[in-house]
DNA sequence: CGCCGTTTTGAGCCTAGTCAATGTACGTGG
DNA sequence: CCACGTACATTGACTAGGCTCAAAACGGCG
């Protein structure tokens, strides 16, 4: 923990550029540049910020003893992430490829959600809007088959990160997709192969670029 | 819907006291009580109120088109559940054995939050604790097997609702559980029976009424 | 061109699900 | 008071979806 605060630490004075965020009426954060795989905070540092994504994408997990992973959420841009109620973080965040975010420090929460209306209300919606989220995801993981479950995956990351709502790239593995979605990369692979076959999907060679060509049969697949 | 919400209207004359919350800061709401398996509101709802429970529990729960179950939280006493980003509510809730909450009026929130920091914090901490239990239990469903399953509820509730931290009374049934956990009745069932028989619980007739015996060894089993 | 990480594919197994029957507690009414 | 019905819980036998282990194929990059 000591190792990775103080990276961070001295990440800031190199890369440090105070910036405007993206909403105008948010109070100015840092900006700071990962790279792929970097570790943004793990699991019990000290809960010293939070973050908005710029660019790239951050995924947020936990880990059992054994080494058995949960991805709880992909945060792509716009999206906040890393408010604790507690002074630790209760996941760790990790970047997914290069990705740019906006450090906030928390100590300066309290004192932005007093005296800034609309900071307050961002933060209140982002927050709620994980909860759906997770809420959304416990149903998933809880009762879906695993076409089902990657039939909802597809559908949600084309609305999140395609222009069309059709053909994205996927910024994650497939190690990602199945930490998330609570199966095997065998399990992803094969089910990805599968959709191919009964012509759901496209997938070009590199596996990561997507096409949805049966949005209406993934729908019903997503029950 | 409308059925529903007439009901709730009509129990508000008659069954509506105003009341001061727990909370001496918090603003006043009105106080319901509810019987076994009440409906306090659906998925797709209106999202008019927000709730407290006073006592009781409180199960929070989508559904998939097939009848599936997710049970995405239980709200005990104290817990704050039913705040939505949007206009309607995304989950439903409903009784498990009779309970009282006391109801919050949703278009009040932002003047409240605004007005009262004490009501503020109280909001946004409920909030977080619930993203928290959120995406600790999404580390179950994902990649817990049914004994680690078990062992983690078993340990949570007793925390929850036992003042010694080993013995309560389980509000809900074998299927509520089930439908928390991921699992079948069946599962939920074998595995305590299983639990019983290496001695790490007593379950006394009737089945909700549980000791733990050896919690040492159910924490292991948690991971 | 050859290495390495990622992805795909295959074969066999195991955990938890399904289907079915039995057991138990409780409330109602004869 | 007991017979009955209902809802909940337990147990057993069998099945299947997804996991494990293993190997091959692919793509990017030095």
Redesign the pocket.
Known sequence: MQVRNAALASRFPTAAIAVRPALATAPAGIQMALRQGEELFGEGDEAEFFYEVVSGAIRSCKLLSDGRRQIDAFHLRGDIFGIEAGPEHRFSAEAIGDVTVIAYRRSRLAALVQDDPAFRDRIMTATLRSLERAYAHMLLLGRK??PEKMATFLLDMAQRLSKDDENFELPM???DIADHL??????V??T??QFVRSGLIR?L????SIGLCNKMALRKLDA
Chains 1, 2 share one sequence.
């Open positions: 088959a695993a593995t497939r190690s609570g199966l095997t990369i065998e399990t692979s094969r990805l192969t997938l060679p590199a596996g990561r």
